[in-house]
């Protein structure tokens, strides 16, 4: 008897598990449709299929939020660090301004020409040396971004979430950014509607 309500127990779960990845087929099937038609043909029913599986226990929902809030932290950060160099060298150019105004107003009339030659030069060299610290800074920003998009490609392919590997082509990166705004949406709808139905 005991193996028989075991049994039912099962074949009951498996309906739930069923009925639950119909359901969200079903809702990414529409989702898909949304998008532009050269991304619809790419997302087969084999891989939406294979992205309701790995949704079905919602842990993938929560690696998601997971990675997003990292990405936004990480966004911030950068932002901010982007920032205080800006504040940096807004500083050393009004410093300078300052420095060139007091040597210019202690200067002797015939030496003006002079001192503001080499003011220019100094001038160029600081805004050089600007460009060259705001470049390196925005390669430093690219980089540590190609990263966290790696982490988080190898993360949900860790997952099992279909679709993603870490890859660099553009092509590949935009179907996997359609895929993560599915997983979004889905989650978003399964916020207001409760967990159980999509």
């Known amino acids: 008897m005991e193996r028989y309500a075991s049994s039912l127990e099962e074949s009951v779960d498996g309906a739930r598990q069923q009925e639950k990845h119909y359901q969200l087929l079903s809702a990414l099937q529409s989702l898909v449709k949304e998008l532009p038609s050269s991304f619809q043909q790419r997302l087969s029913y084999t891989t939406l299929s294979d992205l309701a599986l ?7 929902f929560e690696i998601v939020q997971g990675l997003l809030e990292i990405q936004h932290l990480t966004e911030k950060s950068l932002y901010n660090q982007r920032l205080r160099l800006q504040n940096e060298h807004r500083v050393l150019r009004q410093a300078l301004r300052q420095k060139h105004l007091e040597a210019q107003q202690a200067c002797r009339p015939h030496n003006l020409p ?3 030659a080499a003011q220019h ?8 040396r600007i460009r060259e610290e705001q470049h390196a800074m925005d390669r430093k920003i690219v980089l540590e971004l190609d990263r966290k998009v790696a982490d988080q490609q190898s993360t949900l392919e860790k997952a099992g979430v279909a679709g ?3 890859t660099t082509n553009p092509q590949e990166l935009t179907l996997q950014m359609n895929l993560l705004e599915l997983i979004r949406k889905l989650q978003q709808r ?4 409760g967990k159980t139905a999509l």
């Open 190 to 193: 399964g916020c207001q509607t």
């Open 121 to 128: 030069r100094e001038l160029e060299e600081v805004e050089h």
């Open 54 to 60: 790995a949704l079905l226990d919602g842990t993938v």
């Open 164 to 166: 993603f590997y870490v």
């Open 114 to 116: 002079v001192l503001q």
